[in-house]
Every structure is written in C-alpha cells, then in structure tokens.
C-alpha cells in the first residue's frame, strides 16, 4: 500500500505554546488529507479535510482557529495546534488519499501529543 | 442510532482460532468498505477494502459485505498472537469515512 509519512511521532509541550505536525504521502500525489483525533480506546473522530490548494473543511466543533491547517503541496500537509492546552492532548493520526471518493485512505503513524 | 456500530470487545481467543468481527451500519449510502487493523500507539493499517456487497479474500483474511442486511464481517483464520490489535471497521458513501469504534483482539498463545 501507500506510504503516509507523520511527523513526530510524539511531541511534549508546555502549555500555551504551538505544535505543528507533519503529514507526508511518500509515493503518491495526495489531492486530499484528513486529519483525525483519537481519545484512548475511542475511534477516530475526523477533525477536518484539506484538498491541495484550498481550505480545510473544518467539521462541526472543531475550531479552525485553533487546529491550522495548511496543504500547500499534494504531498505535505500540516497541522498546528495552537496556543495549547492540557486537554489538547490527544493521538492526532493523518491519512492521505490519492484520487477519487471510494479509493483506499492510508494512514500515518499518528502522533501522541501530550500538553502540560 | 449511530450511524455505524461496532463492539468494542474485548474479544479473546487461543491462537488458531478463527475470529469473527462485525459491524452493523444505518446509511444505505454506503459503498466503500474497509478493514483496519490498529496496533496499540500507532496509526490504523488498511487490511482489507470492499466496494459493495461480497466476499474478498486474501491469506487468512476474508471480508464479508451484505448490504441488503447493512453488516459487514472480517474473518480472520488460524489466528495468531502477532493479530492482537484493535480492528475498526470503515465505511464511505459520499461522506469521509466513517468509522467503528474498533474491537479489541487477543489472541493468547
């Protein structure tokens, strides 16, 4: 399968500061990267869909001021979590598409972000 | 209702068992459906994926779509301890996708 690339692959910060996590398809084009948080033993909750080019598509709750979003590339998009706090942390897991609706979405190794 | 359900276990079996794991779904939108498998800390594994109803097959993994019955299955044969993990059910129609809670596997040696 695809190769999504995430980076880091856990972060500790201090609270109030901004963390920016790193999502890369290795070996294909990504015209679409969503962005999920998963709380333990719970599924993912997606937090937002980006498409190359344009804004992120923020789902209901989510603050877009907040988590930044930025997909300047079809191969990198990004996530900044801003002016952090102790119940942002969270497992932040990205996945990359490569074409249509319906193709297969593979996923980054995730990145536990713990905030204090 | 939630729009897909999914017992989160945990289901323990002894190794060679053959596991089954469902998940039930309201959206007859529903076309794209996938298997996941999570090891724990890490980000989810594509196993298998399914568009509309039937059996796929591949090594000791069988998924199973019935929509009439809006319910899919993975089958996993001779189970081993290597598929501990955590199995989430995915499934799309012209929505992202939408996934299980996942079910947590043991399998004891």
């Known amino acids: 399968g695809a190769v999504v690339s995430q980076h880091p692959s856990w972060v500790i910060c201090k609270s109030g500061t901004s963390v920016k996590i790193e999502c890369r398809s290795l070996d294909f084009q990504a015209t679409t990267m969503f962005w999920y948080r998963q709380f333990p033993k719970q599924s993912l909750m997606l937090m937002a869909t980006s498409n190359e080019g344009s804004k992120a598509t923020y789902e209901q709750g989510v603050e877009k001021d907040k988590f930044l979003i930025n997909h300047a590339s079809l191969t990198l998009s990004t996530l900044t979590v801003t002016s952090a706090h102790p119940e942002d942390s969270s497992f932040y897991i990205c996945?990359?598409?490569?074409?249509?609706?319906?193709?297969?979405?593979?996923f980054g190794q995730g990145t536990r972000l713990t905030v204090v | 209702q939630k729009e897909v359900e999914q017992d989160p276990g945990p289901l323990s079996v002894p190794e060679g068992a053959i596991v089954s794991l469902n998940c039930t779904y309201s959206n007859s939108a529903f076309q794209y459906f996938m298997w996941y498998r999570q090891y724990s800390r890490k980000g989810p594994e594509l196993l298998m994926y399914?568009?509309?109803?039937g059996n796929k097959e591949d090594g000791r993994f069988t998924a199973q779509v019935d929509k009439s019955s809006k319910y899919i299955s993975l089958f996993i044969r001779d189970s081993q301890p290597s598929d501990s993990a955590t199995y989430l059910c995915a499934m799309q129609g012209n929505t992202p996708l939408v996934f299980g809670k996942g079910t947590r596997l043991s399998v004891i040696a």
């Open positions: 399914t568009y509309s109803s």
């Open positions: 996945s990359a598409r490569s074409g249509a609706r319906g193709t297969e979405a593979f």
